[in-house]
């Protein structure tokens, strides 16, 4: 937004005066597009089948420390024969290699699927930014519009870009209504959930 005030600022008077300028609130159009929704709905589908398959590893994981812990106790036994107690000590040993392996395929699990979900979700999100966009110009050629701000920007500090509109010039309900026009009954309903974080207690998301 910078570079557009700053040559804003350095025209004339006249010059500006001439510009039509207008406006959108980009936060409230990708809120309230249907297709946001669609795409939240399917992340939020796909991180809870991934929270699925990852506690499934993880109750296979408790099980097979359980028989770790099992396997030391008989080791220990003084009451079996040195022969059979060597025996389920090298088991164990072989227990805590496979237990160690698990661990580790979890933790690889985790990261990716994080990785899975945050890749899944910025696609999403650039996908539906150039759909409004392109919505967006079209209605700005059409309005003989020079330059449309975005009142819902803000800059780097959190402050509030635009102080001041009108709203004379303001874009948002048409671009909206364009973007649902061909929305499934209800589908633009915002959700009221959001996609969960994988459970992870190996370690945080």
Do not use: H, W
Not at 2 to 29: E, H, N, Y
Not at 50 to 69: H, I, N, P, T, V
């Amino acid at each position: 937004m910078l570079p557009a005030f700053l040559l804003m600022a350095c025209m004339g008077g006249s010059a500006l005066a001439q510009q039509k300028i207008a406006t959108v609130d980009l936060r409230k159009i990708f809120d309230n597009y249907y297709k946001k929704n669609l795409a939240q709905a399917a992340i939020q589908e796909r991180a809870t089948q991934l929270d699925k398959d990852d506690k499934s590893m993880k109750d296979d994981l408790k099980k097979a420390s359980d028989d770790y812990q099992k396997l030391l106790e008989e080791a220990d036994d003084q009451a079996l024969a040195p022969d059979e107690r060597d025996r389920r000590k090298q088991s164990a040993a072989d227990k805590l290699k496979e237990l160690q392996s698990s661990k580790a395929a979890i933790d690889q699990y985790e990261r990716q699927a994080q990785t899975t979900l945050g890749e899944q979700r910025q696609r999403m999100r650039e996908n539906i930014l150039t759909e409004i966009k392109a919505v967006v110009n079209q209605k700005a050629k059409a309005g003989g519009y020079a330059l449309v701000f975005d009142t819902a920007a803000e800059t780097v500090n959190g402050t509030m870009t635009i102080i001041y509109s009108s709203g004379d010039n303001d874009l948002t309900d048409a671009v909206l209504a364009q973007l649902n026009a061909g929305a499934p009954i209800d589908v633009t309903k915002p959700l009221t959930t959001t996609p969960p974080p994988l459970t992870n207690s190996l370690g945080s998301p």
